[in-house]
């Protein structure tokens, strides 16, 4: 595998931050900001069937996240949907990625946290397509100290294990989750 160079890194993270935060400040984008920083170390991963990569940044109540999982794992294909069926497949795929965040992060309930999609694609920069979908995250009260749990490969049985990168105003972790068992604390 090749190893991007800084420069490199350093334009993913400036493109990244940009299509994140808009026009908004970097500074009051903290939470997309540190998603971007962690995003092109794992967009270089390996593909790797059966797993997911998860990136969380969180700073006091508010955050990011997002998800990226092959087409083969999601709906059973990585090409263009080509059929009326696969098309279909991929929908509804699409849609239970927007409208279940909060049943694919599970903050403590007792945070009120609302885990909503802000964009769900398709990556296909390199041999075989990506979904990625990206959330934002809103809490009434800051998840720091509380486990943040998932519900990934419960919605998504192709999906066996999600690597996890959390990084917060007040922690920074990763975790390999097998079959949702597991958490992170930011």
Sequence with gaps: ?????A???AGAIS?????ICGTRSPLRCAPALLVAIALPVTASAQHVHGEARLIVGVEGRTGQAELRATGEDLFGFEHAARTAEERTKQTQI???????????LRFDPSLGCQVAAKNVRIDESGDHGEVVAS???????AP????????????FPGIDRVSVQLVSDTAQTGATISRD???VVP
């Excluded at 493109?15 to 299509?19: E, Q």
């Excluded at 509380?146 to 919605?155: D, E, N, Q, V």
């Design 144 to 155: 720091q100290g509380k486990p943040l749990r998932f519900g990934i490969s419960s919605a």
């Design 94 to 104: 699409f849609t239970r990625l927007r409208t279940e965040g909060a049943k694919l």
């Design 1 to 5: 595998m090749q190893v991007p160079s």
């Design 135 to 141: 959330y934002t995250i809103n809490c009434r009260v």
């Design 181 to 183: 068992r597991g958490q």
């Design 7 to 9: 420069i490199t890194l």
């Design 15 to 19: 493109s990244r931050l940009a299509a």
